[in-house]
């Protein structure tokens, strides 16, 4: 990796350029959230990987994708322009960081990326329909609407309706697979770029325990009835441990323990296994 030309860390990947229009991305075992680093879970990277992989492969008929080939923690793409916007679908309404739907919901907000939400929701309740609430993507991120993206020249409209569209897509078949695996796909991020001929391509990651929530799915009425919190499978359960810590937007975060990170890994093996065995 020594002779290889580092392009930049990301929160996640390290990317490097391969020339020949190529990248190769070096998912890392790096945890993030509340926009800090939190901690590293071993061989994290090498699950991520797997799970982008399996999902690059099974969506390439609803949008084409920047992945060439893949192994352990690496794969090898095509190097895209990326749009300056994540775009994230959510089936539920929930969340605990500064840009979650729930956060902003229980403060009083009821127009939120330029969707009107009704009075009345809870929290972790399914959504009447899946929505595109979109984020800024910047060191900090931010809520934007549409016409946002438009008008400051992130998207052109026909861009920006077509990768709204694609979303939507992606995940209604991400979820219809979750869920006929006891698994709900609660909320997803895509990220988009445009290749050297202006092709609109999926990138970065798709439907991991990362960029995702999974909920499980035989406990979750139950749990909804009780008013607890869903069984997750997700990265979230570092976030909820830290916010039983500290305030993480003005404190230090200290290192989860052993049996918090074994828990997210442990997770995450898990929801792999559910995918791939069919």
């Given at each position: ?21 190529l ?35 099974k969506t390439?008929?609803i ?15 095509r190097k ?32 939120y ?36 993206i438009?008008?400051s020249?992130?998207?052109?409209e ?6 709204f569209k ?8 991400g979820?219809?697979?979750?869920e006929n695996?006891?698994?709900l796909?609660?909320d ?16 970065d ?13 035989n ?17 979230d ?21 052993k ?11 898990i929801?792999?296994i559910d995918?791939?065995r069919?």
């Open positions: 990796m020594n002779d290889l030309r580092l392009l930049y860390n990301g929160k996640v990947r390290n990317v490097y350029d391969l020339n020949n229009n990248l190769l991305l070096e998912a890392t075992d790096r945890t993030s959230g509340f926009n800090k680093h939190i901690c590293e879970i071993p061989n994290k990277g090498v699950l991520l990987n797997m799970m982008s992989q399996f999902w690059f492969n390439r008929h949008i084409p994708n920047h992945l060439i080939y893949s192994d352990d923690r690496y794969s090898i793409v895209c322009k990326p749009f300056k916007v994540e775009v994230i679908v959510r089936g539920y309404i929930t969340g605990n960081t500064e840009t979650s739907l729930w956060t902003h919901y229980k403060n009083g907000s009821r127009n990326c330029g969707v009107v939400f009704p009075e009345g929701l809870v929290k972790n309740q399914k959504l009447e329909y899946p929505v595109v609430t979109p984020t800024t993507k910047d060191d900090n991120d931010r809520p934007i609407t549409p016409q946002e438009v008008d020249g992130l998207m052109t026909y861009q920006m309706r077509y990768i694609k979303a939507l897509e992606l995940y209604k078949f979820a219809e697979y979750a695996r006891d698994l796909l609660v997803t991020k895509y990220e988009f770029g445009l290749d050297r001929n202006n092709n609109i391509l999926l990138i990651e798709v439907h991991t325990c990362d960029s995702s929530r999974y909920w499980l799915k406990t979750y009425l139950q749990r909804m009835v009780n008013g607890e919190s869903p069984d997750k499978f997700d990265k359960q570092v976030r909820d441990w830290v916010k039983t810590q500290c305030d993480p937007y003005t404190e230090e975060i200290p290192k989860p323990p049996n918090i990170i074994d828990l997210v890994y442990n997770s995450f093996i929801v792999i995918f791939i069919n």
